[in-house]
């Protein structure tokens, strides 16, 4: 059964920083682009970064542009999101997502990805 997990979320304060993980389960990891999505209270899910399954291209919201870092580790199936010079609007549920052979303007559009976790809190205080 395919499954994500995310994992690293926290409290930290302005300018502080976090890494988030995302350790994939039960599917070809190396076969999906990966995408990190975040939620605000009472706000849309909205994109953050992607790396693609074939060329580990990357591609970042321009508000997170310059602070957030998304790589993947196949041999460990987990994708990272390190993220300094943290603000109090970065303050979300941040998910992971699968998007099989993914790909273009796929990547950054959150209704095309196959699979999901759970998510993680990141909170950051000002």
């Known amino acids: 059964q395919e499954q994500l997990v995310e994992s690293g979320g926290g409290l930290v304060q302005a300018g502080g920083s976090l890494r988030l993980s995302c350790a994939a389960s039960g599917l070809t990891f190396s076969t999906y682009s990966m995408g990190w999505f975040r939620q605000a209270q009472d706000k849309e899910r909205e994109f953050v970064a992607t790396i693609s399954w074939n060329t580990a291209s990357t591609v970042y919201a321009d508000s997170v542009k310059g602070r957030f870092t998304i790589s993947r580790d196949n041999a460990k199936n987990t994708v990272y999101l390190q993220m300094i010079s943290l603000k109090p609007e970065d303050t979300a549920v941040y998910y992971c997502?699968?998007?099989?052979?993914?790909?273009?303007?796929?990547?950054?559009?959150?209704?095309?990805?196959?699979?999901w976790g759970q998510g993680t809190q990141v909170t950051v205080s000002s």
């Open positions: 997502a699968a998007l099989l052979r993914g790909s273009g303007l796929r990547l950054i559009n959150s209704k095309a990805y196959n699979y």
